[in-house]
């Protein structure tokens, strides 16, 4: 399957990435590691996309595009890809759209993974990091510590990232429903968006996932066959 994953801040797209991934034997293409890896590996994208990012601008949408389109014609996404964190946009989208056509292929759905607003808040206000080990990561309501304000691992501080602030996360929020929601509402005209509640446990909103991308293909496939 070909797939685009969307969600807001503190969904957990990046851990349903990994787990859909794996459970459906196709690549988990990020933003994050298509950047790192074109930039690492000095590809002319790559050295494109750090021009700007040097200069303190933002990389153009067609930088990004060539990134993804490049991975996505690797060998191990002959058979589908995740694409988590891209498209950001409905321009992005549309260029998606042109790029997957030129190569022959479509996307087959749009997971949209739906939180409610304060509890994403709560997800994201309430993490507390190590200052000794950034990897210990602990939650205030889902996740305490043994002892309040000290890392279980190391007994390092633990503090609250000026990123996680319910002030920032609300500005993120904000972000998300202005620029990149929209993508939400131009893909389900295309019939491919599948939205489920991701509260719960994380093996239970990637089952939830799993069957709502099954109920998707075999809709697809009878509508392939009936055509």
Known sequence: MRIVLVGPPGAGKGTQAAFLAKNLSIPHISTGDLF????????????????????????????????????????????????????????????????????????????????????????????????????????????????????????????????????TVRRRLEVYHTQTEPIIDYYRAQGLVVTISALGKVDEVTKRAMDALKREGDTNSVSDASA
């Open 36 to 167: 790192r890896s074109n930039i690492n590996r000095q590809t002319e994208l790559g050295k494109l996309a750090k021009s700007y990012m040097d200069a303190g601008n933002l990389v153009p949408d067609e930088v990004t595009i060539g990134m993804a389109r490049d991975r996505m014609e690797q060998p191990d996404a002959v058979n589908g890809f995740l694409l988590d964190g891209f498209p950001r946009n409905v321009s992005q989208a549309e260029a998606l759209d042109q790029a997957l056509k030129a190569d022959g292929v479509e996307l087959d759905a749009v997971l949209d993974l739906e939180v409610p607003e304060d509890e994403v808040v709560k997800r994201i206000a309430g993490r507390r990091i190590c200052r000794r080990d950034s990897a210990h990561v602990f939650h205030v309501v889902y996740s305490r510590p043994k002892k309040e304000g000290v890392c279980d691992v190391c007994s390092g501080e633990l503090y609250q990232r000026d990123d996680d602030s319910e002030e």
